[in-house]
């Protein structure tokens, strides 16, 4: 597809589940960055990649949260022993570059995440 | 801590009326601003964007506006249309990083009657 596919589009676990969210970045693109949207908030950074290098893990709220790019080009977002507090939307973007500033950052529709 | 505010969750404008939507941010290292509109089931788009040496850009029908001493900044919609209607991001990019990484506000959403 041309633009940043994520699936599932909603998924649904019971707390203790560990899930794994996927990203498909538009082909080329260098930078891919996770974001986790609480309801009502703005995205919170979670990881930046290069490639398959994963060059800032700051904004993972915990040990639970891993998040891969073996290939350079898809990447899993896993959360381990999920809680509730992980329900969120959680937002993929793709750049062509690697820019200080990004302009040209294109986000997936997201993957819904519902911990009950 | 809240580095950048959106202290207005919504906002209700007439058609062809301005909207005006508010930012404001606390910390010093930010220097570039951007506006993402986000309609639901769908990932932020971006709208426009300012660099902290500028005061004002302009792009049709929308303009941002900076004031650095302030902290704040606003986004300027005029006229307002009815498919303006949706989530509106503030974000800020850090001088200290290389690669965009961006803090968001709450959103505002903006509802344009026509």
């Known amino acids: 597809g041309a633009g940043v596919s994520q699936s599932p589009r909603y998924k649904v676990a019971k707390r203790g589940q560990d899930v794994a969210l996927r990203c498909d970045p538009i082909?080329?693109?260098?930078?891919l960055f996770w974001y986790q949207q609480a309801l009502g908030q703005g995205p919170e950074f979670l990881t930046y990649f290069q490639n398959e290098a994963q060059l800032d893990k700051s904004g993972l709220p915990s040990d639970r949260f891993f998040a891969e790019r073996p290939e350079g080009s898809v990447s899993t977002l896993k959360i381990q022993r999920t809680q509730q507090e992980d329900s969120a939307v959680y937002l993929c973007?793709?750049?062509?570059?690697?820019?200080?500033?990004?302009?040209?950052?294109?986000f997936g529709q997201g993957t819904r995440l519902t911990v009950v | 801590d809240q580095q950048v505010k959106q202290n207005s969750p919504s906002l209700s404008v007439q058609e062809g009326r301005i909207s005006i939507l508010n930012c404001d941010y606390t910390?010093?290292?930010?220097?570039?601003f951007l506006w993402y509109k986000k309609y639901p089931a769908e990932g932020p788009t971006f709208l426009i964007s300012i660099s902290s040496i500028k005061d004002k850009n302009e792009d049709g029908r929308f303009t941002v506006f900076l004031n650095k001493s302030a902290k704040h900044l606003s986004l300027h919609i005029v006229p307002s249309q009815p498919g303006d209607s949706a989530v509106y991001f503030c974000?800020?990019?850090?001088?200290?990083?290389?690669?965009?990484?961006?803090?968001f506000g709450q959103g505002t959403i903006l509802t344009v009657h026509p």
């Open positions: 973007a793709s750049s062509l570059i690697q820019a200080r500033i990004n302009t040209e950052a294109f």
């Open positions: 082909s080329g693109h260098v930078s």
């Open positions: 910390n010093s290292m930010f220097d570039y």
């Open positions: 974000a800020a990019s850090d001088g200290g990083t290389s690669y965009g990484k961006l803090t």
